[in-house]
């Protein structure tokens, strides 16, 4: 049985006649850049988060950067983010010419470890910016608390948790911004590059906007320089189509992640867990395994296809090497880099697939199968 590691073609092909005479009038409209349908979709999807504003933008990594530009984060300011992420949440810290300060992950939890953040805040800090990362939200009471008695913005890297939720409130909405990637993968995956940033603050929407669309004020009027980094007619119709599939999607994931966690815990490894009163949305189903290219190796050789998020922490990248650290200052997120291992999900994935897989994994382990 072949089991991609994510399946785009299933999806679309379930949406098919909705997205077609979306993207046609799109089209008939030769509303391009901005326009109708990109309202529509801040609009839709500002509600959707819970908040008052969302600003379109050309893709998460912008919308991070952006937002912390707009925040007045620049040259001598430290922003804290986490040492296990992808790289465009450290790449947008230093588009915004401010320092990287990077601190390790729970170990449980995947997300910035309190404790670690605390000591790692200077004079110099002025935002901290947590990663739901792999759709789990970051513990956002705790940093929040930290940022208050500190004065720092809290910036949330959403770009992998559209949706997910602590006790009912959605990510995106519990910092001074949210920053949200629709790359294709993403669990709102547009069919191109875009992003957005959601916020209830219209001072700094207005801000962002201005600076995503080259400090414009009106046509050839401009307050200062910006970028040229706006969300396009298409991908917002499209979007727009999707967002309204996407509890549905939701659904989907987390149920099949609580199938894998069954056959995890039962092969004693680690479950992507959880936790009460969350939302998990599940962009990756992540466990950790010994000897993980042998693994990967027997999966791929019975047609299973999985995924390494990420094969390196980021202070261990060469891109880093300037802030010389040594791999032993970020124990959790180095001793897991050779360990982690995606598990094939997507929404439409089967229970005999989840079942495949696990089945398989049982074996490249050596262990009977459940
Ligand atoms: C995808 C991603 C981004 C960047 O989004 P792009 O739209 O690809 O620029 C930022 N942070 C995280 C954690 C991501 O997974």
Not at 50 to 60: A, E, R, T
Not at 95 to 109: Q, R
């Amino acid at each position: 049985m072949e089991i991609p590691f994510v399946d785009l073609k299933a999806q679309f092909a379930a949406i098919r006649d909705e997205v077609t005479p979306a993207i046609a009038s799109v089209l008939e409209d030769t509303a391009f850049i901005g326009g109708r349908a990109v309202s529509e979709f801040e609009t839709a999807f500002a509600a959707y988060c819970g908040l008052p504003h969302c600003v379109g933008v050309g893709n998460g990594t912008d919308a991070l950067a952006l937002t912390l530009r707009a925040l007045g984060i620049g040259p001598n300011d430290e922003v804290i983010t986490a040492a296990n992420s992808f790289i465009a949440t450290s790449e947008a810290i230093t588009m915004a010419g401010a320092k990287v300060v990077f601190v390790d992950c729970d170990p449980v939890t995947y997300t910035l470890d309190i404790d670690k953040v605390a000591k790692a805040i200077t004079s110099r800090t002025k935002a901290l910016l947590p990663v739901h990362l792999y759709g789990r939200p970051a513990d956002m009471e705790p940093l929040l608390d930290l940022a208050n008695r500190h004065g720092l913005v809290v910036v949330e890297d959403a770009a992998q948790a559209h949706g997910a939720e602590i006790s009912g409130r959605r990510v995106g909405s519990f910092g001074h911004a949210g920053c949200f990637s629709f790359y294709p993968g993403k669990n709102l995956g547009a069919y191109g590059d875009a992003g957005a940033v959601v916020t209830r603050d219209g001072d700094l929407a207005a801000k962002i906007r201005m600076l995503a669309n080259h400090g414009r004020i009106s046509k050839y009027d401009h307050e200062f320089e910006g970028v040229n980094s706006r969300l396009d007619g298409i991908q917002a119709a499209v979007l727009t189509i999707k967002l309204r599939h996407l509890d549905d999607w939701t659904e989907g994931r987390r149920h099949a992640a609580a199938r894998y966690n069954t056959h995890l815990a039962a092969l004693n490894l680690p479950v992507a867990a959880d936790f009460p009163g969350g939302r998990h949305v599940y962009h990756l189903l992540v466990t950790r395994v010994p000897n993980r290219e042998r693994i990967q190796t027997a999966l791929k050789d019975v047609g299973i296809n999985t995924g390494v998020h990420y094969p390196v922490a980021l202070p261990n990248l060469s891109a880093y090497r300037h802030l010389g650290h040594v791999p032993a200052d970020f124990p959790v997120a180095s001793g897991y880099q050779d360990q982690l291992l995606s598990l094939p999900l997507y929404p439409e994935i089967t229970e005999a697939q989840i079942d495949a897989v696990c089945t398989a994994l049982a074996r490249a382990l050596g262990r009977p199968a459940q």
